[in-house]
Each structure stands twice: as C-alpha cells, then as structure tokens.
C-alpha cells in the first residue's frame, strides 16, 4: 500500500512539474510564434513546416524547466551520475523533441483547423497544437524517464 501511494505521489509531481514545465513551454511559443514571424518570414511556413524555430526554442525552455523541476521535487537519483544522467535526460528530451514537432504538424495541419473561441479569450491553432502535442509526449516521457534515467 505504502509503495502505491509513493507511486501516486510521483505521478501527482510528475503531473504538476509537467504542468508547470507545459506553462512555460507554452509561453515561449507564444511570445515566440508572435514575434520570431516578424524577424524570420518562414517562420509560418518553412517549407511545410509551421512555426520550426518557435518549437524548437519553446521546448528547449520547457525541457530545461522539467529537467530541475524533476530532480528536485519529482524522482530520485538514479544510478548515474549526474552528467550521465543529464545527458540521457536530455537524449531523451531530443527524442521527445522530435516527436513533439511531429505530432505538432499532424494537429495544426489535420486536427485543429480553427481557432476556439470561448468567449472569454480565443485559443489558437498553434496553442491548441502545442498543448495537444504536450500531453501525448508526457506520457512517453514519464516513462522512459523513470525507467531509464532515475530509479525505476
């Protein structure tokens, strides 16, 4: 019982850290989608690609928010060193990365095709992307974070 309730404690800080990481990634592509177009014109569309620099740079942030956000509050440490265990952390977020701009395209493209309006303030496609993009990586990443990087 003890150890369940210490596996649903990690994934309540899995969740917030995630949640808190998922915030600060998504401002920085906010503020980022919004200014970047103005200095870069492909940035809306770079050869099919929507918004590359803007995802790239926001999940940076958000990859080096959760990273810390996971080692103080989320898992334990493993059983590498830190520089080992920063650089699978940071291997994996790669992997996560691509996976995220990929998913990212498929939701701007095919799934969320308008603007939501609820009356009170619009969500945009890019941010309906991002945010849908997010939480179909997270589930991955837990994992494998877990299991590979910390005490699994």
Same mark, same amino acid.
């Given at each position: ?12 800080? %899995? ?13 920085? %592509?906010? &503020? ?7 200095? %870069?014109?492909?940035? +809306? ?9 803007? $995802? &790239? ?8 928010? $959760? *990273? ?10 493993? +059983?590498?060193?830190?520089? +080992?265990?920063?650089? *699978? %952390? ?24 308008? !603007? ?18 997010? &939480?179909? &990586?997270?589930?991955? !990443? *837990? ?7 910390? !005490?699994?």
């Amino acid at each position: 019982m003890k150890k369940l309730l210490i596996q649903q404690k990690q994934i309540i800080f %899995f969740g917030i850290a995630g949640a808190l990481s998922a915030f600060v990634e998504i401002s920085f %592509f906010k &503020v980022f989608s919004i200014y970047l177009p103005q200095i %870069f014109s492909a940035e +809306r569309d770079f050869h099919g690609i929507h918004f590359p620099l803007s $995802n &790239v740079l926001s999940t940076g942030g958000g990859i080096i928010t $959760n *990273y810390f956000l996971s080692i103080w509050f989320v898992f334990e440490r493993g +059983r590498h060193s830190k520089k +080992r265990e920063f650089a *699978y %952390f940071m291997f994996i977020s790669l992997f996560s990365t691509i996976l995220s701009l990929v998913f990212f395209q498929v939701f701007f493209r095919s799934i969320f095709t308008a !603007n939501f309006d609820f009356g009170i303030f619009v969500l945009s496609r890019e941010i309906s992307s991002k945010i849908a993009a997010i &939480v179909v &990586v997270s589930v991955l !990443n *837990y994992t494998l974070k877990k299991k590979v990087i910390f !005490n699994g």
